[in-house]
């Protein structure tokens, strides 16, 4: 894929399930507003005749070429938009549905959306892969070709972008009421390469293409006000009220992204928002010969939608990303109350109607901004609009790690945001009086819970903001939400207990087996019979086949077809030629510390280690592969640096022919869903081996175990409900439990000491400090060397000896064909409760429509 708030649609009009068409689209005079809103809506013909019609049209007489004369760019485009057209029925359908009905919504807001190619999703929901692809057929085109085509949107960065996409699909195919909201980023996270080992970020060019998927309606623009100051002023009734005189202010336009249900004629909304500068082109400026500051306006607003996530270590970009979030909920809240609810409505009861989810705290500063419009556009009072401001929004906190949640300095939201910075102030005032009437004399916990820190330096602490706000407050996994209760906010746990719980990470398996694992979910179908798709833990009925000889060589031949595609894929797309026989260990994941991928590099140093000295017999090896993806945030100094020792360690090994029919390491670039698509299928072994206590959930190990891959790891996140779901005997568990890690932190960590007394760990270090992997020069490996051997924040070193006996006890189960072939039937069988539409009907039940 690529590419006046006074103009209100009609009462009653869902806005945010269909917008009005653009001029691109067939059917454009449709306007909401237009009586013709209640005709039936009929879509192309589901024949591959209609089809190829269709795909013609949208040729002809959208492009303007003829087929003969088409470039493949422009079959793709073709294709895509034909594609598109039988969707759109469905959305004005499900519109005009909703439109009748009105009830409550859940707002999803997300800084981030990792969604994946479309066009493949898009033909699953619909069912029309087989019809189209005898269209295409007919036609004398590669339908394979013209899919591969399609450039993944990069709006996401890991986890938190592709969780949000998994959970709008869930809604979607849930018939659940629904809009996410979000950011259009025009270059999103960048596309990684690799220069000498080293990372290389360059601009995601995904738009490169056009954006086929997309529907832009810059006729229902938002202004989003920054800077200035406030006043105070008597209004018409004789009231003392405060407004905000901003300094200047730029446009929100809105791309619609159609958000199909499976198989079932739902289409929801996501809605992404572009920054335009509200005067783009100065004309006298430019007929004076200064053409750059004619258009410095636009460029300068056009900025807050460029890139996902600027670089944050200079305070400009550290300003850019607050307006960045402040953009995005500004344009969505505003969109929702003044066109998606009824002229007339009573916003005393705007929580009937709307539920909005604060996914982690980017978008925390709604809260503040719902009181603004409550009160300075809306004419509420304050009491009245913290009312009901304080039943309309949920947070979702996705870390453990105090640095990574958000803290603004008062100065620049002060700069920025001058009025949003009077009603915390106030918002902060009447909590605090709360916690000194329900804890009395006790000022440290008021300090601790304030809303504004004053050390070390003035600031603003969003996730605090979001839970004195939320009606809940929940965490990813079991641990993370107890964790969450009991370390990182307990003084507010203390004070509102009933506001925390948890709800547990999901993945949709239509993206994840479905279309990631075509043959695996052909197999299922065959053995249980279709439907599981949307009841996945119906995979439960595959357990007795975990001892069927029969199912267990049909199980073994999909895992080997899944690793044939993934060594032909890799070979096409990064010149990486993969043994064709050996075990597939995989870690995949945002290049973090706390993840641990040295961790990994040590085992991996570790056993070539033992294979060239002669320390262990070659006949005793069992040959693997290790598979790295993850991109390191451009300014993550160390997490880079892991990144070039990796491969490094990488392109010696492939050089040392001791070793090259026993290992090989490969690190292809710029990982993405498309390629996770290919990946996860073909692993054998997942590793997930974070410090335990530091990963909220992770859904990787979810996608892993679905797709047959047995696991290595703490008892971290999910990876615990994972084990106990699948058993310890299809699990590889090591390392120390969360209570330990913080034991031994209390202590005194000291990560020299594990080197001195550990001789295996000890090697593998002086191997890498010796610049044995790095050209004879040690200094290249001295950034990584050092941080672990004294500071060694996650403990890597401490947990060194027990991922190697985990790792032995892979090797030998490994080694049993029938046991591991059984242990990852039982992995798929069991995993079905990491559903994402499990996911939302939890938060359903738990947050956003409670039935008590």
Not at 373 to 391: G, N, P, Q
Request: a negative charge; proline letters at 5%.
């Amino acid at each position: 894929m690529s590419h006046d708030p006074s103009d209100r649609p009609s009462a009653g009009w869902l806005a945010d399930e269909t917008p009005r068409l653009d001029s691109s689209v067939k059917g454009s005079a449709f306007e909401p507003t237009s009586p013709r809103a209640t005709e039936p809506v009929v879509g192309p013909e589901r024949t591959a005749d209609g089809f190829a019609k269709a795909f013609l049209d949208e040729l002809n007489f959208e492009a303007g070429v003829a087929l003969k004369r088409s470039t493949t760019t422009d079959q793709y485009l073709a294709l895509a938009r034909t594609i598109r057209g039988y969707l759109m029925a469905d959305w004005l359908r499900t519109a005009e549905r909703r439109r009748q009905n009105p009830t409550k919504m859940v707002g999803y807001l997300s800084a981030e959306y990792l969604l994946g190619r479309q066009m493949g999703n898009s033909l699953l929901a619909t069912d029309l892969g087989d019809i189209a692809e005898q269209a295409m057929t007919s036609l004398g085109l590669d339908f394979n070709l013209l899919r591969a085509q399609e450039i993944e949107p990069g709006l996401g960065n890991g986890g938190l972008g592709r969780l949000a996409a998994c959970f709008i699909d869930s809604l979607a195919s849930m018939d659940v009421p629904s809009i996410g909201y979000g950011i259009r980023y025009e270059y999103g996270i960048f596309r990684q390469t690799f220069e000498e080992g080293r990372q290389v970020e360059v601009p995601d060019a995904w738009l490169s293409l056009g954006a086929p998927w997309e529907f832009p309606h810059p006729d229902r623009a938002v202004q989003v006000n920054f800077g200035g100051t406030t006043e105070q002023y008597i209004d018409g009734d004789g009231r003392t009220r405060r407004r905000w005189l901003p300094a200047w202010n730029v446009r929100g336009i809105p791309y619609h992204y159609m958000v199909p249900g499976y198989q079932n004629g739902v289409v929801n909304t996501l809605r992404l928002w572009s920054a335009r500068a509200t005067q783009e082109f100065d004309l006298k400026i430019f007929n004076s010969g200064d053409y750059a500051e004619a258009v410095r306006a636009q460029t300068f607003a056009e900025n807050i939608s460029k890139v996902l996530y600027p670089e944050d270590s200079t305070p400009q970009g550290r300003e850019l990303r607050l307006q960045q979030q402040y953009f995005f909920v500004a344009c969505s809240l505003k969109d929702f109350i003044d066109r998606t609810l009824e002229e007339d409505f009573d916003l005393a009861r705007l929580d009937e109607r709307i539920i909005f989810q604060l996914n982690d705290t980017h978008p925390v500063i709604a809260i503040p901004e719902m009181i603004r419009l409550l009160m300075d556009e809306h004419d509420m009072e304050w009491a009245a609009a913290w009312e009901v401001t304080s039943k309309c929004f949920a947070y979702t906190c996705h870390t453990l790690l105090p640095e990574a949640l958000e803290v603004w300095p008062v100065e620049l939201m002060t700069r920025l945001l001058p009025r949003h910075m009077e009603i915390i102030y106030r918002l902060n005032e009447e909590f605090l009086d709360t916690v000194r009437e329900a804890f009395p004399g006790d000022e440290l916990r008021v300090r601790r819970m304030s809303v504004i820190q004053e050390h070390p330096e003035r600031a603003v602490r969003m996730a605090n903001l979001a839970t004195v706000a939320g009606v809940k407050v929940n965490g990813v996994a079991a641990l993370h939400s107890e964790l969450l209760r009991d370390k990182l906010l307990p003084d507010f746990a203390a004070l509102w207990p009933h506001k925390f719980t948890n709800v547990t990470n999901g993945v949709t398996p239509r993206r994840f087996i479905r279309l990631a694992n075509q043959q695996l979910s052909t197999l299922i179908t065959d053995t249980i019979g279709p439907g599981w798709e949307t009841d996945l833990e119906r995979l439960r009925e595959l357990e007795p086949y975990a001892d069927d000889a029969a199912f267990t060589e049909s199980f073994r031949q999909v895992k080997q077809a899944n690793k044939d595609r993934l060594r032909s894929i890799l070979s096409q797309r990064d010149g990486i030629e993969l043994p064709e026989h050996a075990m597939l260990d995989v870690m995949v994941k945002r290049l973090h510390e706390y993840k641990r991928q040295t961790l990994k590099l040590l085992h991996i140093v570790s056993m070539y280690d033992d294979i060239t000295s002669g320390r262990v017999r070659r006949e005793d090896v069992v040959p693997r592969t290790f598979v790295f993806g993850a991109k390191a945030a451009p300014g993550y100094f160390m997490a880079k640096e892991i990144i070039f020792l990796i491969n490094s360690v990488a392109k010696t090994i492939a050089q040392d022919p001791r070793v090259t029919d026993l290992m090989a390491v490969a690190f292809p670039a710029n990982y993405n869903v498309t390629l996770a698509n290919k990946l996860i299928p073909a692993a054998d072994l997942s590793e997930q081996i974070s410090l335990a206590g530091k990963e909220a959930s992770g859904t990787g190990n979810m996608k892993f175990a679905l797709n047959g891959a047995l696991t290595i790891g703490t008892d971290d996140g999910a990876n615990v409900e994972i084990r106990e779901l699948v058993g310890d005997e299809n699990f590889f568990l090591f390392g120390m439990l969360e209570p330990e890690v913080a034991a031994l932190a209390d202590r005194g960590y000291t990560p020299s000491s594990f080197y001195e007394s550990n001789p295996a760990l000890k090697r593998a270090i002086d191997l890498l400090a010796s610049g044995h992997f790095t050209g004879g020069d040690r200094s290249l490996a001295a950034p990584v060397v050092d941080d672990l051997l004294y500071k060694d924040r996650f403990m890597a070193l401490a947990d060194f000896q027990s991922y190697l006996d985990a790792q032995a006890r892979v090797d030998a189960a490994y080694r049993d064909v029938d046991g591991w072939t059984r242990s990852a039937v039982l992995n798929v069988a069991r995993s079905g409760f990491f559903s994402s539409d499990r996911s939302m009907r939890d938060y359903l039940d738990r947050i956003w429509m409670p039935k008590s």
